[in-house]
C-alpha cells in the first residue's frame, strides 16, 4: 500500500475558485496578490510576461483576468476577477502582456511580472504548480523559493550589520518561532531581501516593530 503524504488541504482539493482551472486561474490570482502585496503600493504600470501553456491558453483559461485580479489585490473567491481588466483600467493602470509560446521556461505555467509606479518598481517570477498552490522563484532578480504555504515574512531591506540580529530579536520577543528562513544580496552593501517561515499567524505586533527598523524598505506579511 502507498502512503500519500500532502502538505496542505489544498493539495487534494484545491481553493474556491472563479474560473475554469485551478492552475490558470486560482494560482494565477495568488501570484499576482503576492507580488502586489510586496510592491505595498498602487501601480502605474504592469507587464505581464507569460510561458508556454500559461502564454497559449491564458485567454481561454482566464489566466489574464486572474493576474490582474490578484495586482488588485482580489481573493480566489472574489466575484469581481472577470471584471478585473475593467477595473484596472478604471484605476489608471496600463497592462501589457508578452507571449513566449515556444520558450524553454522550466515549468509550463510561468509568468514573469514586472509592476512599476512613479517611485518604484518590482520584478517577480511566479509558477502556478496546481491545485491553486504556486511558487515565487525570482524576486528582483534574486533566486527564491517561496510556495507559501506557511506564515511567511518576506523583508526588503538594505545590507548593513545587525540587520538580520534585528529581526530575529524582534520575533523572539514576541515567542515567534522561525521555521526556515532565507537571506540573499545583490551584494555587499546592497539591497538585500529576507525571507523567513515561522509557526505562528499572529505576527502582526511584531511586523509593526520590524517596520521601523533603520535601513529597512518594507516588511510583508503572509499569513
Known sequence: MTNLKFQSVFDIIGPVIIGPSSSHTAGAVRIGKI??????????????????????????????VALVAGIL??????????????????????????????????????????IKNDEKSLS???ISIGGGNIQVTEL??????????????????QDVPGMIAHVTDILSKYD?????????????????IMII???????????EEISQIPHLHNVNFFK
Open 73 to 114: 489585490g482580489m481573493d480566489t473567491d472574489d466575484s469581481r476577477i472577470p471584471q478585473a481588466l475593467d477595473i484596472a483600467r478604471e484605476q489608471g493602470i496600463k497592462v501589457y502582456w508578452k507571449v513566449h509560446k515556444d520558450s524553454n521556461a522550466p515549468h509550463p505555467n510561468t509568468t514573469r511580472i514586472l
Open 197 to 207: 517561515e515561522v509557526d505562528s499567524h499572529q505576527c502582526d505586533e511584531a511586523v
Open 124 to 126: 517577480a517570477t511566479g
Open 140 to 157: 528582483n532578480g534574486f533566486a527564491v523559493n517561496l510556495h507559501m504555504n506557511t506564515p511567511t515574512l518576506i523583508i526588503v531591506h
Open 176 to 192: 515567534i518561532n522561525i521555521a526556515q528562513m532565507n537571506v540573499t544580496r545583490e551584494k555587499a552593501g546592497e539591497k538585500a
Open 35 to 64: 507580488v502586489s502585496s510586496i510592491f505595498g503600493d498602487k501601480p502605474r504600470e504592469v507587464e505581464f510576461q507569460l510561458f508556454n501553456s500559461f502564454a497559449k491558453t491564458y485567454r481561454g483559461h482566464g489566466t489574464d
